[in-house]
Each structure stands twice: as C-alpha cells, then as structure tokens.
C-alpha cells in the first residue's frame, strides 16, 4: 500500500534529497580544496570520531594531519543513493573514484562511501561517514598485483565482500 503524502511532505523530501545530494560534492571539493572550515560545517556538531571522541575539533584534529598524507586530490563523484528514513533522517551510500598525490605516486581509488545523514536546524548534515574501497593502487599498478592496495598498510580493502548479497551470489553459481 502506498502512503499518501501531503503536497508540503512531498515538497519537503524532494528539497531534503536535493540538499542532501549536495553533501558528497561539497565534501569532495573541500577534501581537494583544502578547505578543512567548510569540510567540518558539513558535519553534525556532535559528530562522533572514534570511540569516545564527539565534535568539530575532534574532527579537525583527525581530518588535517590525514590531509597532509598527499598532496593533490581528486574526488569524482560517480553515483549517490539516498534514502529517507524519516523527516530528519536519512542514509545512502555514493560511488566515488578518487585519485591522490602521494609522493611520486598517482593513487587511484574505488569508493563506497556509506553515510547517515541527519537535519540539524533546518540543513541537512553528515552525521557519520564510513568510507570502504575496492581498491588503492597507483596509476602504473594493476590492483590485483598488490593485493588491491599499495597505499594502505592497515586491512585490505573491504569491497566487494562488505555487500550483503556478495558472497550469497557466488555460493549460488555452479
């Protein structure tokens, strides 16, 4: 059965997707700008950072010394899903291929970004951004030569297998 809306709820969740389809973008271009104030006023000002760490600063002091790890970026931006959970809620998950400076490496990545978006006075947020990739290799590299990641020391990359019907599907095929 379909839910019949009013003209102002239906008018209110196609200006809430549209502001909310502006967030991945916004992000990118503060990420490539170097523009650390607007990157943070796309946050929620409670925003979580790690375990026991809550707000702007503690963003900050996450974001700037990560930032510092390449020179020259380039977020692009491919696809973004977004579901509207409630009138101040929603979740959804952007394709993203990234390209970063790193010495003298040309980083490529493939990126799922997973978030949750929240509307704090009015202006739709980032209240929590998980960031899984496919891979990270350098422009020379092919990513299965290097184990999907030459940049990371940390897990290897997490996609495709962090998909729910990933593994389903190959059990299924002969």
């Not at 929603?90 to 040309?106: F, I, P, S």
């Not at 929240?118 to 290097?146: M, S």
Request: proline residues 5%; glycine residues 6%; charged residues 30%.
């Amino acid at each position: 059965m379909t839910e019949t809306l009013s003209l102002s709820d239906r008018i209110d969740r196609i200006e809430s997707r549209l502001a909310i389809g502006q967030l991945p973008i916004r992000y990118a271009m503060a990420v490539d700008g170097r523009d650390v104030e607007t990157w943070l006023g796309l946050f929620v000002p409670d925003v979580q950072i790690g375990a026991h760490r809550f707000g702007h600063e503690a963003l900050r002091e996450w974001i700037v010394p990560a930032l510092r790890t390449f020179r020259r970026s380039v977020h692009q931006i491919v696809g973004h899903r977004i579901d509207l959970v409630d009138a101040d809620h929603a979740t959804g998950a952007v394709y993203c291929r990234a390209e970063h400076e790193v010495v003298d490496r040309w980083i490529v990545m493939a990126i799922c970004y997973f978030d949750d978006y929240r509307r704090v006075d009015g202006e739709w947020l980032f209240a929590r951004r998980r960031e899984l990739h496919w891979y990270a290799a350098d422009v020379n590299e092919h990513p299965q030569a290097v184990g999907f990641d030459s940049w990371h020391d940390d897990d290897p990359p997490q996609l495709p297998d962090r998909f729910a019907t990933w593994a389903g599907f190959w059990e299924t095929q002969p």
